[in-house]
């Protein structure tokens, strides 16, 4: 799948190829390094082998790496 991205509420997006982890599951690197603790990622997926949008969008928040 390509995971169809945007920091900044699709005002701009960005594409990632997933990749085969070796664990029975594909996973994507997303450049998110500079959002800051509340910043949104939206993101849905492109099937290029079905020739389709999975037609939902998806959301994560980001929140502080420092441990309580």
């Known amino acids: 799948a390509i ?3 945007s920091a900044d ?3 701009s997006f ?3 190829n997933t990749h085969d982890s070796g ?3 594909h996973t994507a ?3 998110t390094t ?3 603790a509340g ?3 939206w993101f849905t997926f492109y099937w290029p082998e079905a020739g389709h949008w ?3 969008n998806f959301s994560v928040t980001i929140i502080s790496s420092t441990m309580c």
Do not use: F, P, R, Y
């Open 3 to 5: 995971i169809h991205w």
């Open 9 to 11: 509420g699709w005002n």
């Open 14 to 16: 960005m594409d990632a």
């Open 23 to 25: 664990l029975g599951m």
């Open 29 to 31: 690197d997303l450049t």
């Open 34 to 36: 500079v959002l800051t």
């Open 39 to 41: 910043s949104q990622v």
């Open 54 to 56: 999975e037609e939902s």
